[in-house]
């Protein structure tokens, strides 16, 4: 089925409400590239519109009812936000579910040495990626560093136009001749993937000796008890996230795309999150779902497999008066959900492994998918033909424009959301998103009109389901 592009249909107003979706989203992406700023950010961003903590609620013992707007955050990882509508909780929700974690490199726990004067961080890859595109490019280290008194101290380094940057290295092309022999997945293997973080001694005014062995080590170990009193002990206890440094681009000289790090899967998180906050009154009750750990199959107590979101809502009825289990199995399997990830775009220079009739392509708007998985749909959540017909009729109510897609030829590879956790109470699921390029390279690639259409599909959803 042809669908057009949306850029040419745009009227004045509308191209300033893009660039106004856009803007913002760029600066969520600069400030969020990990699962903790994205969760810092929402809750930023939900008080500003009114929503308040579940946990002051239930401590309070606050009742809940219709027009109040919650919010629950699990581990400062995963996010929840109610909308509280008209109908009893127990008729189900109007749900937007996405994740906020992203392909990456973590530091491990005994990271930092020493070799031949060099200082490293040793690592360990998150998720998918081809290693070999992490390598000569200049890198930051995000997270948290818990100290054993309690206090938690933030680290971002890379990303002020002043830090330093860091960087894994490649072998030169004058010596790479058996490298280059190698298949793509062992070109960089993973223990390969340690951060060059040093070069320099430590020096004589702050007590270097001649024979000591770690002179580079010990002037690393010098800065960050100088600049971030931190230990070497304390990477037991620290989550350091190393992404690429720099800010999300215009993309193109027609600024028609954005090139970001991350936005598989933020650009469904980031547009849900703005329809979710841009929604008031719902006839039922609205809610976003915003999860860490979908990169490693959703596990954890912060991902979409854990009973986080299912207690919360039960917390929820509590504060309504209502603690029966039923209920909450009601309220679960009555709900609506969009599970919003990303989809591949088709990309003409790797036509090969598309089917041209069942692509995402660029700027056609939001992607549907009504199934994911791999090779005859295994692991899939396979939506039904009513809740299709159902997400048109909304859609459509609003002027959206979307598309539907598959990931890919049949026997060409595939991929898995968070959709067929939630279909296991019984719910309405369908996979929706943005079309992306190069998903799970450093930097990938979205269409603006694209990012506009989903925030305005989420939106849609909420209010017309």
Not at 340 to 350: C, G, K, T
Not at 363 to 381: D, E, I, P, Q
Request: proline share 2%; aromatic share 8%.
């Amino acid at each position: 089925m042809e669908r057009n592009n949306v850029w040419s249909s745009y009227n004045r107003d509308q191209l300033t409400e893009l660039d106004r979706i856009n803007t913002m989203y760029k600066s969520c992406l600069d400030e969020g590239k990990t699962e903790r700023e994205c969760v810092k950010i929402a809750v930023r961003m939900a008080e500003e519109k009114g929503y308040r903590d579940i946990k002051g609620l239930i401590k309070d013992q606050t009742e809940v009812k219709h027009g109040d707007k919650v919010y629950a955050v699990c581990m400062n990882k995963s996010i929840s936000l109610f909308n509280i509508g008209e109908e009893p909780l127990e008729r189900g929700m109007n749900i937007l579910g996405a994740h906020i974690d992203s392909p990456r490199i973590d530091v491990k726990q005994n990271p930092l040495y020493e070799s031949e004067e060099f200082a490293y961080l040793d690592t360990h890859y998150y998720g998918g990626i081809k290693k070999y595109q992490w390598v000569t490019l200049p890198l930051a280290i995000h997270g948290v560093v818990a100290k054993k008194n309690g206090e938690i101290k933030e680290l971002c380094i890379g990303e002020k136009d002043d830090d330093p940057v860091f960087a894994v290295t490649d072998l030169l092309i004058h010596l790479a001749a058996k490298q280059m022999e190698k298949k793509a997945g062992i070109v960089i293997e993973g223990e390969k993937l340690d951060l060059l973080i040093g070069s320099r001694p430590v020096g004589k005014e702050d007590g270097f000796r001649e024979e000591e062995k770690e002179a580079i080590k010990s002037n690393v170990l010098k800065l960050l008890r100088e600049y971030y009193d931190m230990s070497e002990e304390d990477f037991v206890s620290a989550e350091l996230e190393i992404v690429p440094a720099g800010k999300a681009r215009d993309m193109g000289l027609d600024r028609s795309m954005v090139m970001a790090y991350g936005q598989d899967d933020r650009v469904c998180a980031f547009t849900s999150l703005f329809a979710m906050l841009d929604v008031d009154e719902p006839q039922k009750t609205s809610c976003c779902i915003l999860v860490d750990k979908e990169e490693i199959g959703s596990v954890g107590a912060t991902g979409m497999q854990s009973r986080f979101f299912e207690n919360t809502v039960a917390e929820l009825l509590a504060l309504m008066g209502e603690t029966s289990d039923l209920k909450v199995r009601r309220a679960l399997q009555n709900s609506k959900m969009l599970s919003s990830d990303v989809s591949a775009a088709y990309d003409p220079m790797f036509t090969e492994v598309f089917e041209k009739r069942s692509s995402a392509f660029f700027s056609k708007g939001l992607v549907f998918n009504k199934f994911t998985g791999s090779r005859g749909k295994s692991g899939s959540n396979d939506a039904n033909a009513e809740y299709l017909a159902a997400i048109r009729k909304a859609l459509d109510e609003d002027h959206v424009a979307y598309q539907f897609a598959e990931l890919g030829k049949v026997d060409a590879g595939g991929g898995g959301t968070i959709a067929y956790i939630m279909a296991n109470y019984g719910m309405e699921v369908i996979d929706s998103g943005v079309a992306v390029l190069c998903m799970h390279a450093p930097w990938e690639i979205a269409s603006k009109a694209d990012i506009y259409e989903a925030y305005k599909g989420y939106k849609a959803f909420l209010k017309n389901m």
